[in-house]
């Protein structure tokens, strides 16, 4: 079966730090990769996707990028977090002949 | 554009009472449709989804749902709540197409009465 694991699972940092969040899928190949952002209270924004290695596609302007440097692994990174950075980050994937997205546990990330 | 709207951000109910989380969609053609539940400080997780087979969806949990084209709409019920049902919930809708980029609501907070 298919599992999708993230870490840290939490992450204090200072504004200014670089930052680095790693997303993992087991048990499938070639999946769909999503990082999501959630901040306090509201729903999900879509941040970046990828269809393969070394494919991004980014939805939304900001501070953040994301890589994908493995078939499996989707990586979300900044070299200046802001404060406005802080939320809860979901990464998904999907497969090849799904139509629905599974996610990680998430990170919650608290930039001071 | 596809776009999905939840009435209500905040639903209560007691122990015992029906759940009616409301959804509705906006999608010029024909979209699947899904309901994820959210747990504090976890990940979504899948409740049940609609890909054009029967309108009536059936989940885990005792959840379920019905797709209305007409009134395009995709509520979540659940004939008697539980208080582990507490959580956030959200609709969201995906195109039938090769990218499968999903549009998620606002998301619902159920809060269950003892």
């Known amino acids: 079966s298919q599992t999708i694991h993230q870490w840290p699972a939490t992450l204090v940092q200072p504004v200014g730090s670089p930052l680095s969040l790693e997303c993992t899928v087991e048990?499938?190949?070639?999946?769909?990769l999503y990082w999501y952002r959630q901040a306090a209270g509201r729903g999900l924004q879509l941040l970046f996707y990828s269809v393969g290695i070394g494919q991004i596609s980014s939805e939304v302007p900001q501070n953040l990028s994301a890589s994908r440097p493995q078939d499996r692994q989707f990586i979300l990174s900044s070299k200046k977090l802001l404060l406005s950075d802080s939320g809860f980050y979901l990464c998904?994937?999907?497969?090849?002949?799904?139509?629905?997205?599974?996610f990680g546990p998430g990170t919650r990330l608290t930039v001071l | 554009a596809q776009s999905v709207t939840q009435l209500g951000s905040h639903v209560s109910v007691s122990e015992g009472a029906l759940v009616l989380l409301r959804c509705n969609y906006s999608s010029s053609v024909p979209p699947y449709l899904f309901w994820y539940v959210q747990y504090p400080n976890q990940g979504l997780q899948l409740l049940l989804k609609?890909?054009?087979?029967?309108?009536l969806v059936k989940g885990i949990n005792g959840f379920e749902a019905e797709f209305k084209k007409s009134e395009t709409s995709f509520h979540l019920t659940k004939p008697s709540a539980h208080m582990s049902d507490a959580a956030e919930y959200f609709c969201?809708?995906?195109?039938?197409?090769?990218?499968?980029?999903?549009?998620f609501g606002p998301g619902t907070s159920l809060s269950v009465i003892p």
């Open positions: 048990g499938t190949s070639n999946p769909n």
């Open positions: 609609y890909t054009s087979a029967a309108t």
């Open positions: 998904a994937w999907t497969g090849t002949s799904t139509d629905t997205q599974y």
């Open positions: 969201a809708v995906k195109l039938k197409t090769s990218y499968d980029k999903v549009i």
